[in-house]
């Protein structure tokens, strides 16, 4: 089953006085990338966090956002009077605040280094915390994947209405390439008859048959034909699969080989009814490359 990158999950729970939340939102990317936004308490579980997610998830650019709040006394932080007391006498030796011309505002100093300390139990608060997140992100991922799942649904249909216009241009192809070579023999026959009317030369049926030989080689594309009815079997099969295996590098590189033989196709045949469903088809190939982009 076809999933896009494209998702929103989130969990939260409680623990004991603290509320623990945790967000995922994933756009498409060619590769798996993580930005993790964590408290400043809590940098230390970045890298876990990041490696579960690559355990989870296979592409698409993902941001993590973990909060944390706690309404207890346990939360607060401690004041470190003794650096406290060494800032404030450092002041005190300034001239401006000795002669009473500046006064020391407490508040200010409570944001140097070292004067508010950590609750005591940080550690233990920290596994807490890594406990809860651990939970939270299995399930906003789910909730990422049931997202991503649905929006694959979209993408599965867009798909296979871009293959089903593919496949009935080739039709119209397949049925018209044999009569270009027998158009142009009438043609080519039809302006020599013209052109020798009031001459008196005659053109050899070897020459002739020669010509169009060399017209036949030249326009062939049976083989082009052939590849991209292929791609599109391919195609096909990946779209509908219903293995959860990721698809979108494949169906990607897939799409510009399709590409590739309907440039072929088009650069070879000077018809305008292939010309025509080639336009179709190489349409319907830029879309599908397009919405692959987006694809798992």
Same mark, same amino acid.
């Given at each position: 089953?076809?999933?896009? /990158?494209?998702?929103?999950?989130?969990?939260? !729970?409680?623990?004991?006085?603290?509320?623990?939340?945790? *967000?995922?939102?994933?756009?498409?990317?060619?590769?798996?990338?993580?930005?993790?936004? $964590?408290?400043?308490?809590?940098?230390?579980?970045?890298?876990?966090?990041?490696?579960? $997610?690559?355990?989870?998830?296979?592409?698409?650019?993902?941001?993590?956002?973990? #909060? !944390?709040?706690?309404?207890?006394?346990?939360?607060?932080?401690?004041?470190?009077?003794?650096?406290?007391? @060494?800032?404030?006498?450092?002041?005190?030796?300034?001239?401006?605040?000795?002669?009473? *011309?500046?006064? %020391?505002?407490?508040?200010?100093?409570?944001?140097?280094?070292?004067?508010?300390?950590?609750?005591?139990?940080?550690?233990?608060?920290?596994?807490?915390?890594?406990?809860?997140?651990?939970?939270?992100?299995?399930?906003?991922?789910?909730?990422?994947?049931? /997202?991503?799942?649905?929006?694959?649904?979209?993408? %599965?249909?867009?798909?296979? @209405?871009?293959?089903?216009?593919?496949?009935?241009? =080739?039709?119209?192809?397949?049925?018209?390439?044999?009569? %270009?070579?027998?158009?142009?023999?009438? #043609?080519?026959?039809?302006? &020599?008859? =013209?052109?020798?009317?009031?001459?008196?030369?005659? %053109?050899?049926?070897?020459?002739?048959?020669?010509? &169009?030989?060399?017209?036949?080689?030249?326009?062939? &594309?049976?083989?082009?034909?052939?590849?991209?009815?292929?791609?599109?079997?391919?195609?096909?099969? $990946?779209?509908?699969?219903?293995?959860?295996?990721?698809?979108?590098?494949?169906?990607?590189? =897939?799409?510009? *080989?399709?590409?590739?033989?309907?440039?072929?196709?088009?650069?070879?045949?000077?018809?305008? =009814?292939?010309?025509?469903?080639?336009?179709?088809?190489?349409?319907?190939?830029? #879309?599908?490359?397009?919405?692959?982009?987006?694809?798992?």
């Amino acid at each position: 089953m076809i999933r896009s /990158m494209t998702g929103y999950g989130e969990a939260s !729970c409680e623990v004991g006085s603290a509320h623990y939340f945790l *967000e995922i939102r994933s756009l498409n990317n060619r590769y798996f990338k993580a930005l993790i936004r $964590l408290p400043e308490q809590l940098q230390g579980l970045e890298a876990e966090l990041e490696a579960e $997610l690559r355990k989870l998830l296979s592409r698409g650019s993902v941001t993590l956002v973990a #909060r !944390c709040s706690d309404s207890s006394d346990k939360a607060a932080f401690s004041i470190n009077h003794l650096a406290l007391e @060494s800032y404030i006498r450092q002041l005190k030796q300034t001239p401006q605040v000795a002669s009473g *011309e500046v006064r %020391v505002d407490i508040g200010p100093l409570l944001a140097l280094p070292g004067v508010m300390v950590p609750p005591a139990d940080e550690e233990a608060r920290l596994e807490e915390a890594r406990g809860a997140f651990m939970g939270l992100l299995k399930r906003a991922v789910t909730a990422l994947a049931e /997202m991503r799942t649905r929006e694959g649904k979209a993408l %599965v249909e867009d798909l296979l @209405s871009q293959r089903e216009t593919i496949t009935q241009n =080739l039709e119209v192809i397949q049925g018209r390439a044999p009569q %270009v070579v027998q158009d142009y023999e009438l #043609r080519l026959k039809s302006r &020599i008859e =013209l052109m020798l009317k009031d001459a008196n030369i005659r %053109v050899d049926p070897p020459d002739l048959i020669k010509e &169009i030989a060399v017209y036949a080689e030249r326009s062939d &594309i049976s083989e082009e034909i052939q590849r991209l009815t292929e791609h599109v079997k391919q195609f096909n099969e $990946l779209v509908t699969a219903s293995g959860g295996k990721p698809v979108g590098r494949t169906l990607d590189f =897939l799409a510009q *080989e399709m590409l590739r033989e309907a440039n072929t196709m088009a650069s070879k045949s000077a018809d305008s =009814l292939i010309s025509r469903s080639v336009v179709e088809i190489k349409g319907a190939i830029d #879309r599908i490359k397009e919405q692959v982009q987006n694809v798992e």
